[in-house]
């Protein structure tokens, strides 16, 4: 298995997290406030278990030397490793912590790629500890969250002689934005989304700085302020602090480069004014300060501060454009003779398009589906209007605002489809319908236009129907609808829209999800997490299809929730692109769970390679697979839903 982690840029708020852990000492000490975003380079692994031993090899260590370690998997030995700091230390003080807190046997480790610049405050230790922790998490299925990795990484690193801030593991986040809060042992990481790209560079000065002496002078000022320049310090890492990250966190949420192009520029002179006096042999930097001042890259961006602990170490600033970005590069490699790197802070993409599986055989409902395939079973709405259930499913994904279509059917059914949403009645019975009906003609002709039909001619299961809309989708995002599954709201907002709204906010894999009894339970796919926000968001930890509810109590359950009830697949997701790789794999390796190539281990891959947010949907789900299912939808999504 391949794994990367990436650095960190800390935007805003550097130093506010060991400055807001003094709350647990000095309660007046305001809290701490940092965003911070990965960066575009990382450190990246090829990994693999191993029974006895804890194998890590490199081709960097601190010397630009390749080195490997191989430690027997026992607590005594990995922490004696951690303890002696150096290169491998990182890696052994996260094992050791994984061996303490899980029952696992070792791993084999090759670093193959480290692309990112070391000691130039882009936290590449804290990479190597979240690159292990996610090993760990991923060989071993430890159920943890993003979250999860990045607490195991902090407590790995702190194992070792490094005394790292509690922000640096914050890149187990990836190249997104988050907002961290600090106070005392406390920790909040709030997930930014971005409508717009940002364009950063990253510049490395060339100079040099003492963090130790950096830390250890700013830290005589904490926990109580016993003179000006202490108050001063403390005034800038919390109130000051806290109006400039949360202005930025408004500037980020609409995508205005400018103004937070300004917020770094007044960062930057907040900082010099506050804590420079605490240190300025160290904070003076000059090099810094020539490198932000440069007359030939001011035209191409809004503004800049200093990044990690500030210094002579690296530089950032926000461009105006991808191409001003480009500029600014290849003036200050030329110029000062600067290395830079590229930062882009990636907007969520729109997921314009849904993808409908509507080509399976349901021998629950044999022999009516010998004659009719259930996506065409008449249902009833609110308004009395009798439709196709591929209708009311179309209806839905085009109430959330997708704008296209994929149906995957059996070719020999393609048809069938086209007479529902592309095929006019004969004239002679169009003349028949009312003057309302005519118009739901026209309305049925608009959605034809906005459907492509995608085929499926050999039933190898949902993963495979999935699979099967691979090239039209391409590499964005899409809404994937059951085709068995009807869906009505209990509010003004459609199901779908709402599952889309969680993605647009978090930028993450989302799937629905609803309350089930545990007697329904193995009907259904079920799914396991932790709240992040109670009773509504999870980080979603495992995915199971059908379980038994022995299993399902053991397992599956949600703290929170009746002993009896669990949380099951409510038939929406938005996933990215990526699942069809995962999808293609199992249909090249010939993975089949039950016979067929299954979507729900593909998602459980999906959710451990980049995260998957569930949300409890504000609505019901029907279900149509089964006789008696489908009597009871008939019956009561007639009094629930309308379009």
């Not at 950063?200 to 003179?227: G, Q």
């Not at 240190?279 to 961006?301: F, G, M, N, R, W």
């Not at 022995?550 to 990526?578: C, E, I, R």
């Amino acid at each position: 298995m391949k794994i990367s982690a990436p650095g960190r840029v800390c935007l805003f708020g550097e130093h506010s997290d060991w400055a807001g852990g003094y709350r647990r000492i000095n309660a007046d000490i305001s809290k701490g406030y940092a965003i911070i975003t990965g960066t575009n380079q990382g450190v990246h692994i090829d990994v693999k278990a191993h029974p006895t031993k804890f194998i890590f090899r490199t081709s960097l260590d601190d010397k630009g030397h390749a080195h490997s370690c191989e430690i027997p998997m026992e607590r005594a030995a990995l922490l004696e490793a951690a303890e002696s700091g150096g290169f491998f230390s990182y890696a052994a003080g996260v094992a050791y912590q994984v061996m303490t807190n899980y029952r696992v046997r070792g791993l084999e480790i090759d670093n193959y790629l480290t692309d990112l610049p070391v000691k130039k405050g882009l936290s590449s230790s804290a990479a190597v500890c979240v690159a292990v922790a996610r090993a760990f998490n991923r060989i071993y299925d430890l159920k943890l969250t993003i979250r999860g990795e990045m607490e195991l990484a902090y407590l790995g690193e702190i194992t070792t002689p490094s005394r790292c801030g509690r922000l640096d593991q914050g890149c187990a986040y990836g190249n997104r934005p988050i907002m961290m809060t600090f106070d005392g042992d406390m920790i909040d990481v709030a997930e930014l989304s971005v409508p717009n790209d940002m364009y950063f560079v990253i510049i490395d000065l060339h100079a040099s700085k003492d963090t130790r002496e950096i830390l250890s002078s700013l830290n005589h000022c904490y926990p109580f302020a016993e003179n000006e320049m202490h108050s001063g310090v403390q005034e800038y890492l919390g109130p000051i602090n806290a109006r400039l990250v949360n202005e930025a966190v408004k500037a980020i949420k609409v995508g205005d480069a400018k103004r937070l192009g300004e917020l770094m520029t007044e960062a930057q002179a907040e900082f010099d004014s506050h804590l420079q006096p605490a240190c300025p042999s160290e904070l003076t930097a000059p090099v810094l300060h020539k490198a932000l001042s440069h007359d030939a890259i001011q035209p191409y961006i809004y503004g800049g501060k200093g990044v990690g602990s500030q210094g002579d170490g690296t530089a950032q600033v926000i461009a105006k454009d991808e191409e001003s970005q480009q500029k600014v590069i290849e003036i200050m490699e030329r110029d000062l003779g600067m290395s830079c790197l590229s930062l882009v802070l990636k907007s969520a993409s729109r997921v314009r398009k849904a993808v409908i599986p509507a080509a399976g055989f349901d021998t629950n409902l044999f022999p009516a589906t010998k004659a009719v395939k259930k996506e065409l079973f008449p249902v009833i709405d609110s308004r009395g209007r009798a439709k196709p259930v591929i209708l009311a499913i179309v209806e839905e994904a085009l109430s959330a605002g997708i704008e296209e279509v994929g149906i995957v059917v059996q070719s020999q059914d393609r048809e069938l489809f086209e007479e529902v949403f592309c095929t006019p009645p004969p004239i002679e019975n169009f003349n028949t319908l009312s003057r309302e009906n005519q118009e739901y003609c026209k309305y049925l002709t608009d959605i034809g236009n906005r459907i492509t039909f995608l085929s499926q001619d050999v039933q190898e299961g949902l993963g495979h129907a999935v699979y099967c809309a691979r090239d039209w989708v391409g590499e964005e995002p899409f809404l994937l609808l059951l085709g068995n599954h009807l869906y009505a709201s209990r509010t003004d907002v459609s199901c779908a829209r709402q599952i889309l709204d969680v993605y647009e906010s978090t930028g993450q894999n989302v799937v629905g999800v609803k309350d089930t009894v545990g007697e329904q339970v193995r009907q259904f796919g079920c799914v396991t997490g932790i709240w992040k926000q109670q009773d509504t968001l999870l980080d979603v930890t495992a995915f199971y299809e059908k379980p038994e509810l022995t299993y399902a109590l053991k397992h599956l359950h949600m703290n929170g929730m009746p002993d009896d009830s669990f949380l099951t697949v409510f038939g929406q997701y938005v996933l990215s692109p990526q699942i069809f790789s995962y999808i293609e794999e199992h249909i090249h390796l010939n993975i089949r769970e039950r016979g067929q190539f299954q979507l729900t281990s593909c998602l459980d891959r999906l959710r451990q390679e980049e995260g998957c947010v569930g949300v409890r949907v504000e609505g019901k789900r029907f279900d149509i697979g089964s006789p008696n299912a489908y009597l009871n939808a008939l019956a009561d999504f007639s009094s629930t839903a309308g379009v």
